[in-house]
């Protein structure tokens, strides 16, 4: 719950005005098809499917709206230089760049580290769960990053002796 409450403080405290505005008109479309509805309420069943479908392309649409334009408003590149691991202090340590090739300045950047257990095919379920569930995560928040520059970042995970692991780097930048 934390978790969810400090990213959607995130998001609200650094959205652009781009941002706002797509969630306005996907409210909107969302609005105008339910009034659909309403002059179809002599017709139940037609009104009820077409809500569904109304919920599921205004989530999709809101979804893939908010890649594009993370894509083309700020657009960044993050890229993993070295995994090192500490044997002395149980440390693994993570040096990455991450690129600014917007056509603006960015305030903050907050860069998530997200280690995923590798896994056999064996049992699918745990497969699975290893797959979309991080194992450890840890964020650091950049400011200033001008653009067309690179910075060197580091994080580090304290008390890590896992060998057979995945890192991906997750990155929101305004």
């Given amino acids: 719950m934390q978790s969810l409450r400090e990213n959607l403080l995130f998001y609200i405290n650094h959205f652009y005005l781009v941002d706002y505005m797509l969630i306005v008109f996907i409210f ?30 205004c989530f999709f649409l809101y979804i893939y709206s908010y890649k594009f334009v993370d894509l083309e408003v700020r657009n960044r590149k993050t890229h993993i230089i070295q995994e090192l691991k500490i044997q002395s202090s149980n440390s693994l340590v993570v040096d990455f760049d991450i690129s600014n090739t ?73």
């Fill in 28 to 57: 909107f479309l969302f609005i105008c098809i339910l009034l659909l509805c309403f002059f179809l309420r002599h017709r139940p069943i037609t009104a009820l499917v077409i809500i569904a479908f109304d919920i599921i392309v």
């Fill in 102 to 174: 917007a056509k603006t300045n960015f305030k903050i950047c907050k860069i998530t580290a997200k280690i995923y257990k590798n896994s056999d095919k064996s049992n699918l379920v745990f497969y699975y769960k290893n797959q979309l569930i991080p194992y450890r995560k840890k964020s650091i928040e950049i400011k200033n990053l001008k653009k067309n520059t690179t910075q060197t970042q580091r994080i580090t995970f304290e008390n890590f002796n896992d060998e057979n692991h995945t890192i991906k780097l997750d990155s929101k930048c305004f």
